[in-house]
Nanobody
Framework: VQLVESGGASVQAGGSLMLSCSISGMTIDNVCIGWFRQAPGKQREGVAVIASAGTTTYSDSVQGRFIISNDPYKNTLYLQMNSLEPEDTAMYYC????????????????????WGQGTQVTGS
């Protein structure tokens, strides 16, 4: 299983950016997939997840600004980031948890078996 993120960049405050995560070695049915981020000196935090049924969940800090989606035919996960703020600056990781329904405790990174290498987003 391999997860490869792309799309990170430096963006001015108020700008938009779309991240992608290409997934190989597994299909995204019956799996919880999502985005986490980690800023320097801080713990990794959950950003958003999408269940195989299509249900989405967001952290309070990005609710209303970010949109998570997936394309089962391309086996790809996306994160549309709007109204970026300097506080959004972090390394963004995609993660997958086969057999998990993205329910209670979705923001705990230990629930996810597979991780990408990360892509850097800098809001200035």
């Amino acid at each position: 299983v391999q997860l490869v993120e792309s799309g990170g960049a430096s963006v001015q405050a108020g700008g938009s950016l779309m991240l992608s995560c290409s997934i190989s070695g597994m299909t995204i049915d019956n799996v919880c997939i999502g985005w986490f981020r980690q800023a320097p000196g801080k713990q990794r935090e959950g950003v958003a997840v999408i269940a195989s049924a299509g249900t989405t969940t967001y952290s309070d800090s990005v609710q209303g600004r970010f949109i998570i989606s997936n394309d089962p035919y391309k086996n790809t996960l996306y994160l549309q980031m709007n109204s970026l703020e300097p506080e959004d600056t972090a390394m963004y990781y995609c993660a997958a948890a086969p057999g998990y329904r993205c329910n209670g405790g979705w923001f705990y990174s230990v629930k996810y078996n597979y991780w990408g290498q990360g892509t850097q987003v800098t809001g200035s």
